[in-house]
């Protein structure tokens, strides 16, 4: 038997169908091991060395796993075709005790018998430089993530979460919205003029230009004057220009244009886009099994096998016609700096056509096959030509203008139009006559409109993705994890507004500290450089050791300095710095070991008190966390002592031992009744305790408003 391991269930179920005997198909359900949650796991000092943790929930999968890779002859590992995937391959190499010598690795873009079978015919090593650059890229989000958070929590008071390339985009959110609180208006007006020329139609013109210059009356005082002056001008055809105008296709979709078009042809989020997607890729449920419909869609590539490219061909020839098809393929050039680790997104099978196969999809899935098979298609077919005339009015030294364009062959608009509709004020009419130049035309009457300059348009999910990719912000992968997180809804940086993302006032703070302590993080030019040094890693010949530790030096001093406030140490004088600990922030002398003074942030927070600490003989303050009030050693973080309160005002008697209980409060904002002896007493109840049993079956009594009777609701017990 030899095991083939996969990511996905769904991608097991799948290939299971193009393998017969001999062969079993896992799944590993994702990561098998990753950094910790409640830690950084970064050892600093050991030259920036992570440490992996097993997940809790895949130690199952892991014994399964194991016990299958001990049976078989052989074990291929099959995870998704990108440096994650990669990473991915390298853990359960190491979690399994495979030899890191094994020629076990394979990789396929599509999941068809074919795909899969070549798979196997050419296994490889681990590239351990792909796992590096996953390794480094997840190393410097963890330091980033880990050092960043901490901080901006305790200076602004919220829990917060921050991250280097997330807080980047958040700024763009941020910075757009400031731009249009800042923008001022400017009023224009806009003149038309209605012309006719003789014996022909009719049509309008937009004033654009006066003594060869680009002109708009100012205010309406100015536009009556302009028109007043048209008025009694003689009009005539300045100059009219003809053109067949080509449209060529649009490239297969990428990762990111996928995302924005879903976005707005579909109205489906960035995050739901790839989890559609990534069911497509792996493979949808059918009465005759799983059928994989498109190839992998994590890509930067606009480039397609010349396989895919011959068949699509065929098909436009069969379904469109002879013309539909250019007389030599389309070729795409991928943008310079992707990684073209493989092909764009496209189905697998040219003849599963959407119709064909929408008894077996749900409708979002249909949705975007749709739009993937329409674009693919749409990618290989003829140019759109277009009749475009442009003419040119003449009034005295005024122009006007207008233009207008007719479809003269639908080419790849016939299954994908990517057309955009005109403004009016822009376009003119686009019903034009036939006109020859210097030709007289009658001035049938102009009107005029106020407008207003208009300030900059919001993000919405589309064009903020398409604007990190054009600035080198981020990866394939990652576009949609940085999306769900700017409106994750815990902390909600920004809001939808129909499709448009609005920063909420949280994030002004955010940015406004992550810009003054941080502005390498926050620079757009420097987080584009990090990630093509990040790539570079993966090409090999780059250290990534050397890479964490040239940008921690300075990203250590930038932290310190976060922490540093304008709170004099009232001891010695020096500046206090914020740190977050236990039981919330604290000031500590920045002048530590010498001075080793620390003060609570919020005063509520710690009140000083009369007793001493047992233990290094410090001052015990009086706090209150989650649990109700206790004391505290002044000397936390070096003297870690806590006792519970002796003099709460208590409500009850624990029923268990006797002593008081006390008035606490769940996680929920429910009251309920604790005994004052925890954690060696665990009692409590949601009633207040009387201290007494019941006469009748032994449970504890309750006061209930002002009535004693049983805690259990079996009995009936009333106290008289």
Not at 350 to 365: H, Y
Request: hydrophobic share 35%; net charge positive; aromatic share 8%.
């Amino acid at each position: 038997m030899q095991l083939i391991i996969v990511e996905s269930p769904h991608k097991a179920k799948t290939i299971e169908k193009f393998l017969k005997g001999g062969f079993k198909v896992d799944a590993s359900k994702g990561h098998v091991r990753d950094l910790p949650v409640n830690y950084m796991g970064i050892n600093i000092a050991k030259n920036f060395e992570p440490y992996y943790v097993i997940n809790a929930d895949k130690k199952d999968d892991i014994k399964r796993l194991t016990a299958s890779a001990k049976k078989a002859e052989r074990v291929y590992l099959a995870t998704d075709p990108d440096r994650e995937g990669e990473a991915i391959s390298w853990h359960l190499q190491e979690v399994l005790g495979l030899s890191d010598s094994q020629v076990n690795r394979i990789e396929f873009n599509e999941i068809s018998e074919r795909a899969v079978k070549k798979a196997l015919e050419n296994p490889r090593k681990i590239d351990k430089n792909l796992v590096d650059a996953q390794q480094a890229r997840r190393v410097l989000d963890r330091i980033v993530g880990y050092s960043i958070s901490p901080a901006a929590s305790v200076r602004l008071g919220e829990t917060l979460s921050a991250g280097r390339v997330q807080s980047v985009a958040l700024r763009m959110v941020v910075d757009r919205e400031r731009e249009i609180e800042a923008f001022v208006p400017v009023e224009y007006w806009n003149l038309k003029a209605d012309v006719e020329p003789q014996g022909k139609s009719a049509f309008k013109v937009l004033l654009v230009e006066k003594a060869g210059k680009k002109f708009k009356p100012a205010n309406k005082e100015e536009a009556e004057s302009v028109k007043n002056e048209l008025s009694s001008s003689e009009f005539f055809v300045k100059s009219v220009k003809r053109a067949s105008v080509k449209s060529h296709a649009p490239a297969p979709y990428i990762t990111s244009t996928l995302q924005q078009d879903g976005s707005i042809r579909l109205n489906i989020s960035a995050p739901r886009v790839m989890q559609i997607a990534q069911r497509l890729y792996e493979g949808v449920q059918t009465p005759n099994g799983n059928i994989a419909l498109i190839t992998y869609m994590r890509t930067d590539s606009v480039r397609i096998s010349t396989e895919a490219q011959k068949e699509a061909r065929e098909y436009i020839l069969q379904t469109y016609g002879k013309e539909f098809v250019p007389a030599k393929p389309n070729i795409y050039k991928t943008k310079s700096g992707a990684q073209d680790a493989h092909e764009a997104i496209r189905p697998i099978d040219i003849n599963k056509t959407p119709e064909s196969v929408k008894g077996i999809l749900d409708a979002e899935q249909f949705k975007l096959y749709k739009l993937i098979y329409e674009r693919f298609i749409a990618s290989q077919m003829s140019e759109a030509i277009y009749d475009s005339v442009s003419v040119e009015v003449g009034a005295k030294d005024y122009v006007l203008k207008t233009s207008g364009k007719t479809l003269v062959f639908k080419g790849y608009t016939a299954v994908y139009d990517d057309t955009k509709k005109e403004e009016d004020d822009e376009s003119g009419n686009a019903m034009l006559p036939n006109l020859t130049d210097n030709e007289r035309l009658n001035l049938l009457g102009i009107k005029s409109e106020q407008k207003f300059t208009k300030p900059p348009m919001r993000y919405t999910e589309a064009s903020l993705i398409k604007s990190m990719e054009d600035k080198g912000i981020g990866r394939p992968s990652t576009y949609a994890t940085i999306m769900a997180k700017l409106s994750d809804k815990k902390r909600e940086y920004v809001r939808k507004e129909k499709k448009y993302l609005v920063p909420n006032q949280i994030s002004y703070g955010l940015i406004d500290f992550l810009v003054k302590y941080f502005p390498d993080i926050m620079d757009v030019s420097f987080t584009a450089r990090m990630e093509t040094a990040l790539d570079d890693i993966g090409e090999g010949g780059k250290d990534w050791h050397k890479l964490i530790a040239d940008f921690y030096r300075p990203f250590e001093n930038q932290v310190q300095r976060s922490k540093v406030t304008d709170k004099l140490c009232e001891k010695c004088g020096a500046p206090m710095i914020i740190n977050s600990g236990k039981y919330g922030a604290y000031y500590a002398c920045s002048n530590y070991p010498t001075c080793q003074n620390i003060k609570a942030v919020n005063e509520k927070q710690a009140i000083p008190t009369d007793r001493i600490c047992e233990k290094c003989g410090g001052i015990m303050v009086e706090r209150e966390g989650k649990f109700g009030k206790f004391f505290a050693c002044s000397n936390y973080p070096r003297c870690k002592n806590t006792i519970s309160t002796a003099n709460v005002e208590t409500v009850g008697i624990c029923p268990t031992c006797g002593k008081p209980t006390k008035k606490m409060m769940s996680k929920a904002g429910k009251t309920f009744y604790g005994c004052t002896d925890y954690p060696k007493c665990k009692f409590m109840s949601w009633d207040i305790p009387t201290g007494e049993k019941c006469p009748e079956c032994g449970s504890y009594l309750i006061e209930v408003e002002g009535q004693v009777k049983c805690s259990s609701k079996k009995c009936k017990y009333i106290k008289k």
